[in-house]
């Protein structure tokens, strides 16, 4: 079995390419403790901004997403991490020359993946030649990084709508060293666009579980943002939920985390839950943000 720390030929420290809405680099030190030291495979059904696999990087994985944005920027930095840097630095080389940063972002937003020929496009949305792809995951990267607070939204057209972060300064987009490292690590995952379902029916015993699902709003002006043309609302919650039970039958170890409400409490009380508390500054009401309670929720004993 894999241990995540043994790897023969190790690579680098990789931090997230991306700056994800509830990421969960702040809670890795807190969730941490409920790994289980040594699988087969990771498996992550909603992959976001992949905190938890760049901190574990296991030999090998299995990747899911729904969003065709997100599971073709990873398939890139896999494939082409050298084209990906180039075409970003082509979209930075604009600032440098002086043009004005809102007008940059704006243009290279209304490019948008939908708006490709239906020839252009697989029957999952995804790019088909190799130039478009590249393209649309330096995109990917750059709105990431100079939208507001690195959401990711789309309107129920599929087009990707965040507006501008205001930086009149160009943040860094990417380390090189971090691109490299992530493109090498990714050579030893399969990475689907598919929903969580199909994802969680290929684990197995030996496996290791980690969910991040779209949190479950704490009030009912917290859910302000749509992750991708499918929301998740309660009856997806509890069709996940209904999943924990085969993982736990199939024993298969899981760890998930969500938001703690009296609906989540609810649809995983058959499990393990502790507490973690993380920082969240993504709040219309400025007064809400801060430190929250978020549930931790597993299927395996441990020892913390």
């Given at each position: ?6 790897e023969?030929?190790p ?27 040594h ?23 299995l ?13 890139v930095?896999?494939?082409h991490?050298?084209q ?7 979209i ?15 243009d ?6 939908v708006?490709l020929?239906p020839?252009?496009?697989d029957?999952q ?13 330096a ?13 990711f939204r ?12 205001r ?8 380390n090189?060293n ?7 690590l ?6 689907v666009l ?5 994802v ?13 699902p ?6 009912t ?15 997806q919650q ?26 989540t ?37 441990i020892?913390?």
């Amino acid at each position: 079995m894999h241990s995540p720390k043994d790897e023969t030929q190790p690579i680098g420290p990789t931090a997230p390419l991306l700056k994800w809405a509830g990421g969960k680099t702040q809670l890795l030190a807190q969730i941490q403790p409920y790994f289980p030291p040594h699988y087969d495979r990771l498996i992550e059904p909603f992959i976001g901004g992949a905190a938890v696999y760049f901190h574990l990087r296991p030999a090998r994985a299995l990747l899911g997403d729904v969003n065709p944005e997100l599971v073709n920027f990873y398939s890139v930095v896999r494939s082409h991490p050298d084209q990906l840097m180039a075409a970003v630095d082509d979209i930075a080389a604009r600032h440098q020359s002086g043009e004005d940063p809102e007008t940059i972002y704006y243009d290279v937003r209304s490019r948008q993946p939908v708006d490709l020929t239906p020839e252009a496009l697989d029957e999952q949305g995804i790019p088909r030649s190799n130039e478009d792809r590249i393209w649309v995951a330096a995109r990917t990267l750059y709105l990431n990084k100079t939208g507001f607070n690195g959401l990711f939204r789309v309107n129920s057209g599929g087009r990707f709508n965040v507006p501008w972060g205001r930086r009149k300064v160009l943040p860094k987009l990417y380390n090189h060293n971090e691109v490299y490292n992530a493109s090498r690590l990714l050579q030893g995952a399969e990475i689907v666009l598919a929903d969580f379902a199909h994802v969680l029916d290929q684990a197995r015993p030996g496996d290791f579980v980690y969910l991040d699902p779209p949190y479950f709003p704490v009030s009912t002006t917290a859910n302000f943002t749509s992750y991708t043309r499918l929301d998740f609302p309660a009856e997806q919650q509890r069709r996940l939920a209904d999943w924990l039970h085969t993982l736990d039958q199939r024993g298969v170890a899981f760890v998930l985390n969500n938001s703690d409400t009296p609906f989540t409490r609810e649809i995983y009380a058959n499990f393990r839950i502790d507490i973690a508390q993380a920082k969240r500054m993504i709040n219309s009401n400025a007064s809400k943000r801060g430190e929250v309670n978020e549930l931790i929720v597993y299927n395996q004993q441990i020892v913390i």
